[in-house]
């Protein structure tokens, strides 16, 4: 390193705290980004921190072009691709490194000052959640401190509190700018922009295949899938299974959803006992919705497949709201296809041979379709176990494993193994995936449904009822549907152990408030569309949302807000008026004054009073009255009303001419 040179340009601690407010906002991306993108950017800002502080030569530029490429080669090497969210956000973070290694001017400080800016907003790209809101508002805090700071000059270095006090003020100013706006701003139907297609990773959900193993494993995940609000009183535990992928097609091992699935209209011979409810639905970057059995309507933009499943237009990349209607007691498809009856009968006979020979064996002892369903459900009741660390099946019949061998499995064995043993018996059988359950908030009622949730049962198809609803799981585990996964197996993960050993119920009190409050965070603030802004408005009375008219209330408002903001400023900086016995003290002085006997500045009123009697005898009775009430007033107890209006007319009246 080369020897020490003043730097005249730039504060060394305002340096550091450019430096350090970096650090803050993209620390929550060094978790998530390849170790390599951390240690090279800690790397450059403690190299420019080293250099500020020892006022050394800054480094020569085509060694911070040589670092620039590299960072754009590390970048692409990583994930064959300079753009999209994690490529274009690994680059901006390097290169906002690179910028701060070559910052040599104060205009440079201010570039890399909107950088850390931009760097909020990239954040927000991967969680929208209150704690990272906060997070991010004391990131802007910050890198608004710091622009006041470098606005200083340079004169004497700010301190903490120089900084951050003006910069609250400063956010605390524009916040009923930012809520008007943020109301009245004119919300359109889609995103504004397309995120790329790496947005979606990581999101956790139901996949549109079944194999043994693969629920066992999303089942312990305590992520939220989605919220249910019902008009009315929630339905029994038993009756909460939200539908989502069905599945028709087995190869041996996997149940696949069917590529042919026209839709169908929601007509049924029998629906009763209808409930209505609206669903916040995370995203799951699929087209599936889910929906109590049987859905009754569709939200807009959703059609019904003809085995009953919601699909969405779009892909649910966004936290989606709609509201639906349910059956509870219901039949559906009394008549069913020559075709659809053949695809709800096929497997291979090649493979998972004993399961196959059990089915047909149970339909040749009894034909009856029910009494083969009860066999098999009597079978499950007696010799298997739920667990939810089942054994592995690393055979190539995994059913055959699982029947005759292990005994142990999750839901998904015993749907996917029933649906087989259906079939071979010669009753026509399909796998629902979906969740079942959830967990009541008493603080808002609302229904929380977990990815823990995630279950599988079957449908069967019987002549003269038409597809019934079976789930075997049901048989070994009946606590898994009447009170859930938790009652079944125990608390699943951390936070329900913490909550089951907690006798007083704390934990659970405050894990409630906590999801009462995400999700009014999400319905108002994350989920604020077009609807929503609707809803709202309508109810202060603006029932016409065209952009134009929206255009008017924003520009009115917004005036409006910064004038009452900007009088606010100018009113607490105007002088304040001094109370009325320091107007009349002061006006008694002023008459004193023009008769040649003015106050010092260091004269107190009991030494004015004196050399006043010195000078004017014959003013000293009027001038002891009027110094007396002043002192009461200014040092005593005080003047009521009446006293502080004798105080002015006896000043009024004072004649020392």
């Not at 400080?109 to 927000?124: D, K, P, Q």
């Amino acid at each position: 390193m080369s020897a020490a040179i003043p730097n005249a340009a730039l504060d060394a601690r305002g340096v550091m705290w450019l430096l350090g407010a970096m650090l803050f906002v993209v620390a929550p991306h060094l978790a998530r980004m390849p170790e390599w993108v951390g240690a090279f950017f800690v790397l450059m800002v403690a190299w420019r921190g080293w250099v500020a502080w020892r006022a050394l030569h800054f480094p020569l530029r085509w060694v911070v072009f040589l670092l620039t490429v590299a960072a754009a080669a590390g970048t692409f090497l990583q994930y064959g691709r300079l753009f999209g969210r994690d490529a274009g956000t690994t680059l901006l973070i390097l290169m906002a490194a690179m910028k701060l290694v070559e910052m040599r001017t104060s205009r440079e400080v201010l570039l890399a000052i909107h950088l850390g800016f931009v760097l909020v907003m990239t954040n927000f790209l991967y969680s929208q959640t209150i704690p990272m809101g906060i997070y991010m508002l004391a990131c802007v805090w910050i890198f608004v401190a710091t622009l006041v700071g470098y606005q200083r000059g340079m004169g004497r270095p700010a301190t903490v509190a120089e900084r951050l006090v003006p910069a609250g003020k400063l956010l605390a100013q524009a916040l009923p700018l930012m809520v008007v706006l943020f109301v009245l701003f004119p919300r359109v139907t889609g995103p504004l922009w397309a995120l790329p297609q790496d947005a979606r990773a990581g999101i956790s959900g139901l996949s549109d295949t079944m194999t043994p193993g693969n629920i066992s494993k999303l089942i312990q995940s305590e992520a939220t899938a989605f919220r249910v609000e019902f008009e009315g009183d929630i339905p029994a535990y038993q009756w909460l299974y939200f539908r989502g992928p069905v599945l028709w097609a087995f190869d041996g091992r996997s149940w696949r959803m069917s590529e042919f699935s026209p839709a169908a209209a929601l007509e049924y011979p029998k629906s009763e006992r209808p409930v209505k409810y609206t669903v916040t639905l995370e995203p799951h970057g699929k087209h599936w919705l889910f929906a109590l059995d049987v859905p009754g309507t569709l939200p807009p933009g959703v059609s019904a497949r003809h085995d009953l499943q919601l699909r969405s237009v779009r892909p649910v990349d966004a936290r989606l709201r709609y509201e639906m209607t349910s059956y509870l007691d219901y039949r559906f498809g009394e008549k069913l296809p020559a075709g659809f009856r053949e695809f709800a009968l096929r497997f291979n006979t090649w493979q998972n041979p004993r399961t196959i020979a059990l089915g047909r064996q149970w339909a040749a002892e009894n034909p009856d379709p029910r009494r083969v369903i009860g066999r098999a459900l009597q079978y499950f009741n007696s010799q298997f176990t739920y667990t939810l660390e089942p054994p592995l099946l690393e055979s190539d019949d995994p059913y055959d494993e699982f029947l005759f061998d292990k005994k142990r499995g999750f839901c998904e064995h015993y749907a996917g193994s029933f649906a087989l043993l259906m079939r071979a018996a010669g009753i026509p059988s399909r796998i629902v995936t979906g969740y079942q359950g959830g967990e009541i908030n008493p603080l808002n009622r609302e229904l929380i449904v977990r990815q823990a949730d995630a279950h599988a049962w079957v449908e069967v198809w019987l002549e003269g009822e038409g597809w019934v609803r079976i789930d075997p799981t049901s048989a070994v585990s009946p606590n898994r549907i009447d009170s859930g996964i938790n009652a079944a197996l125990g608390p699943i993960g951390v936070i329900p152990s913490l909550i089951a050993a907690d006798r007083l119920g704390i934990l659970s009190n405050l894990r409630f408030a906590w999801d009462a409050l995400n999700s009014q965070w999400n319905q108002w603030v994350l989920g604020y569309n077009i609807d929503r802004q609707r809803q709202f408005l309508t109810r202060l009375g603006i029932d016409a949302l065209d952009w134009m008219t929206l255009a008017l209330w924003l520009g009115g408002v917004s005036f409006a807000v910064a004038g009452l903001v900007s009088l606010w400023l100018v009113a607490r900086d105007l002088p304040r008026r001094d109370p009325p016995a320091v107007r009349a003290w002061k006006r008694y002085g002023d008459k004193l004054a023009q008769a040649g006997l003015a106050r010092a500045p260091h004269e107190g009123p009991l030494d004015y009073l004196a050399r006043v009697r010195a000078a004017r005898p014959d003013l000293a009775q009027e001038a002891g009255e009027i110094t007396e009430r002043y002192v009461q007033a200014r040092y005593g107890k005080g003047l009521t009303a009446p006293e502080a209006k004798e105080l002015a007319r006896r000043v009024r009246d004072f004649r020392p001419a």
